[in-house]
Structures are given as C-alpha cells and as structure tokens.
C-alpha cells in the first residue's frame, strides 16, 4: 500500500480533532474522577499534629504489612489458579468436566463470610499457643498467634480471589494455538518445560488481569483484614475515619493504598513492554492430552484443593449454623434484602459493561491516545478504598442538596447515589475483562473491515463484538458477583430502612447473632451461584 491517501486506506484519527464518540468515551472516566476529585480537594487542607504522629510511629507499620499481604495474596492466589487452569484446557483427566466450572464457586464466598467460618480455627490453636509459651516464652507465643492470623487471612483472601485468576487464564490457555508448543516438543521439551517456557509467557496478560484485580481486591478489604487483627493501610483508614474522626488524615493514608495499585500496574507494563501475545486467525487449536494415570489423579486431587478452601470448607460451616438456626430466621427481611441485592447487582453490571465496552472499543477503533488515559483513570476506582468513595459520593450528594430546587431529589436519591459509587468502584472489573477478550481479536480483522469502507463502530460492532461476547459475559458476571457481595459501601450510603444481605450478615454479626447470620449467608452465596451460571455454559471453548 502506498503512503499516499487513496479510497481504500483506512482511516486515520487526526491530532486535534475532537471526535463526538471519542467525548462520549471520556463520560465514564470523568464520572470516575467526579467523587476522587472531592476527595482529593480534602487532601490539600493542611496536615494537622495527629498526622504527624502516624508518619512517624504507625504509617512504617501499615506500610510493611499492607506490602506483604499483598505479596502474599497475589502469589497463593498465582498459585491455585495458573496450575488449575492449564489442566483444564490443556489435560484430560477424571473430574475436568466438573472442575471446570466448579473452580468459579469461590467467587460466590463473600470473604468476610469465609474468615468467620475459619475463625474456629483460631481457638482450636489454643493448645499450640499454651505450649508455645510454656516451652519459649511469652514473645514467642505472641508471634505464634500473629501468625497464625496471618496464614488464615493470606489463605481466605487467596483462596476466595483465586477464581480471578482462573478464569482469566482459562480463557487465554484455552485459546492458544498449537503451533508453538509443537515446535519447543519437537525440540525435545517436555510438558513441563512446554508450559514454564511457552505457555506461560503467552498467557501472560491473562495472569497480569487476573493478578491485578486480585492485588486490587486485597488492597481494598476491610472485612477479612479487620476480622484476624491485621493491620494494613485499609485498617487505618478506617482507623482514623471512624474511630479517632480525622477524615484528612484517612484520606492521607489512603493516597498509599493508590501509590501501591499505580506502582502494580506501572510494574507491569515495564515489565511486559511492548510484546503482544496474540494468536493468528486459522491456526489449529492446541489439543487436549491424555497423562498417565498417576497424573491424572494428582491433577484431580489438586484441582480440589482451591475449591475445598475456597467455598466447600466455608459452605459446610455456614451449612453446620444454619441448621441451627433454621427456626429462628426472619424469612421477609432476609428475602426483601436479596431482592435489593438482586437489583442493584444486576442494574450495575449492564452499567459497567456498557462503560467498559464503550471505552475500550471506541479507542480501538478511533485509536484515541487519549481513551489510554481515560481507561486507567477508570481504574482508580478498583484502588481506592470503598470508603473514600463512600465519602466523596456521598460529598456530592450533600452539594447537590444545597443547590436550589435540587435538595429533595438528592435527597431521595439515595439509591442513585449508592449505584454511582458501585459504578465508580467496579468500572475496572468491567474494564480489565473487556480489554482481555479484545486482545485476543486480532487488529487486522478491524483494518480489513476499515479499508473496504466500513465506519469504526460499524466494524467494531458487526466483526469484533461477536468475538468479544464471551469477555463481556465475563465482565457483566464478575461485576454482578462483586456488588452482591459488596458491604463498605452500602453501609455508608444506603437509604435508611434499605437492607441488602451483606449489611443483614454485617448487622447480625455484630450482634454476635453468628448463627442466624448463616441462613442470610447462604441465600446471598446461592444467589451470586446465580451469576455463575452464565460462565458454566460459556467455558465450552471447544468441543469435546
């Protein structure tokens, strides 16, 4: 093709010119930087004494362990679903068939319901902590309990998120083509050899996603964290905020909590560099093999093990209270706060996909230098605790209630204002499924529709949205199955008398109503399995 413009080039954007679709992409972004712009306008009033004294005796603290529970989280979640996921689309083996969508249950497990169902574990270690102290002393037995809490909640976190993972690398092994791993077999690589030096490095944007929102989820809990005595920087937000008042020096802190997901993603991107791991259109699906018998069972086995500490221990405690409880349970409270989980679940799952979708196929077919920007400012939402999007919605709410004529809709808008505040914390769970399935479509397919005369949207919308349906069904079921489960921020702004089954379970719980919490636990869990149901039919990646 020649450099000069003819009828059939592909149409370029030029510098300058502002696009109507590509403003209209920005909507999103700029609805994302509305609340954080409040916040941020409250973190330029001056730094008070008290400030001072958490930099110098408890910000290193927060610092450290917020750091390592992040490390710690990320690997074990690494760990459970990498392995999982490359049996399951590359191996044959007894179970598969059920594994395959059984390993998404623990996305259902709220995990500050799992924490309590381990909590149990804590007492049964009172004997190891008695002889602990008997045999080394007293800082030894404190050492033994700290760390204990932090083995139960890296595992409750690490297992509970480990379906993101999964499922992102599921869909990126399930997709890799033959062709390269036949050729490092050829050279005399083996299985194992094949999958450490080939397969993984193709899927490692996959990895990247599902690793990222993990990071993102960790960074942001407060339930289990708070729950085994921890004390990461999510603590002390809260800490300060709720407790001691001091919304500046909150606000403070959590600038750390942001500086740590930047630098996550930062390292990332440097880290992959300009490498694009995608598979040419007409290429021979890679196959799958048969093991020995031997691996068979040990891929079965330890396909097990993520779904057991995940969902299967958790669901048999909660199992195990509900029966007692069963008479006790207030069946008309308990199903009016699923109805409004159900609700406000589904209406911010159309939201988030339909931003998502919009962001990421307008940059691609406009190629916006800009939407770059726009869909990491869309991410921020995911890094910053719920509660500072709590504050700075709920900012907006009280400003809007101050204009004239405006007061009583603010007012009564207390939904609005709570579904706004999913949609800004959720975008990036929308945002990192879409670009995932658009990577893997190659970008000539978009070029080639372009040169014989389609508009962008019209080939964006006829020949890669049918290809990219199964990550947006990934999205739409990941942000469902997270505003189901979400508790922060519905605590802060519901309406009053505005119950959902997180802040029923919250509610009971502080009550130390545990088991009758249980019954409200259970329905909430069987609910999100709702959201699944979706990805059990659509992970058929090929036919048997």
């Known amino acids: ?13 030029r510098g300058g010119q502002i696009r109507p679709s590509v403003a209209l992409a920005w909507v999103p972004a700029l609805l994302v930087l509305l609340p954080l712009s409040l916040v941020f306008v409250r973190l330029a009033a001056p730094a008070g004494d008290a400030w001072a004294h958490l930099v110098e005796v408890l910000l290193p603290g927060y610092v450290w362990q917020t750091l390592l529970l992040i490390t710690l989280v990320v690997a074990l979640a690494l760990a459970l679903g ?3 996921a490359w ?9 598969r068939g059920f594994f395959q969508w059984a390993l998404l249950l623990p996305l259902a497990m709220p995990g500050y319901i799992a924490a309590m169902a381990y909590g149990d574990a804590l007492e049964g270690l009172v004997p190891v902590y008695i002889w602990v102290r008997q045999k080394f002393g007293v800082d030894a037995f404190l ?10 909640a890296v595992l409750v976190l690490g297992a509970t998120l480990s379906p993101y993972v999964y499922l992102t690398c599921l869909a990126s092994f399930s997709r890799q083509t033959a062709g ?45 964290v708070s729950y085994f005595g921890l004390s990461p920087l999510t603590v002390g937000v809260f800490r300060v905020w709720l407790s001691e008042g001091d919304l500046g020096a909150a606000i403070r802190l959590a600038v750390f909590l942001l500086i740590f997901a930047m630098g996550a993603v930062v390292l990332e991107r440097l880290q992959r560099g300009r490498r694009v791991f995608d598979s040419e259109p007409g290429e021979t699906v890679l196959a799958r093999r048969r093991p020995r018998w031997a691996w068979q069972g040990g891929m079965a086995i330890l396909c097990l093990i993520p779904l057991l500490l995940g969902f299967g221990i958790p669901g048999w405690r909660l199992g195990r209270w509900a029966s007692q409880s069963w008479q006790e349970t207030d069946w008309t409270a308990t199903m009016e706060a699923a109805r409004h989980s159900f609700g406000l679940a589904g209406g911010v799952a159309l939201l988030v996909v339909a931003a998502a979708l919009l962001m990421t196929g307008t940059q691609r077919a406009w190629r916006s230098a800009s939407l770059r920007v726009g ?17 700075g919605v709920g900012g907006l709410l009280t400003w809007i209630a101050t204009l004239p004529g405006l007061g009583f809709a603010a007012l009564s808008a207390s939904v609005t204002g709570l579904v706004f505040a999913y949609f800004v914390r959720f975008l990036a769970v929308g945002l990192q499924s879409v670009d995932a399935g658009f990577k893997r479509v190659p970008a000539c397919l978009h070029e080639a529709a372009r040169t014989l005369g389609s508009k962008p949207w019209a080939a964006l919308w006829r020949i890669e949205v049918p290809l990219v349906w199964p990550a947006l069904l990934a ?22 008398n505005y119950e959902t089954l997180a802040t029923r379970i919250y509610r009971l719980t502080d009550e130390s109503r545990i088991p009758e919490a249980a019954t ?10 709702l959201g699944l149901i979706p990805l059990v039919h659509l992970r058929q990646p090929r036919s048997e």
Do not use: H
């Open 475 to 496: 999205a739409a079921t990941l942000t469902f199955i997270d505003v189901f489960k979400e508790l922060t921020l519905t605590l802060v702004l519901r309406p009053f």
């Open 520 to 529: 409200p636990a259970l329905v909430l869990i069987g609910l999100s399995l």
């Open 375 to 391: 869909r990491r400012i869309g991410l921020l939402g995911y890094a910053i605790p719920s509660a500072l999007v709590a504050v």
């Open 87 to 95: 049996w399951v689309a590359t191996a044959q083996f007894p179970g």
């Open 180 to 224: 390269p791993l036949e050729a490092a077999r050829l050279l005399g690589a083996g299985p194992a050899r094949q999958f450490w030096t080939v397969a993984l490095p193709m899927a490692r944007p996959a990895m990247a996603a599902g690793a990222s929102l993990v990071a993102f989820e960790t960074i942001n809990d407060y339930g289990v």
């Open 1 to 13: 093709m020649s450099d000069s413009p003819s009828k059939t080039s592909v149409p370029r954007f």
């Open 82 to 84: 990498v392995p999982t």
């Open 143 to 152: 050492a033994a309990q700290q760390v204990a809490r932090w083995v139960l």
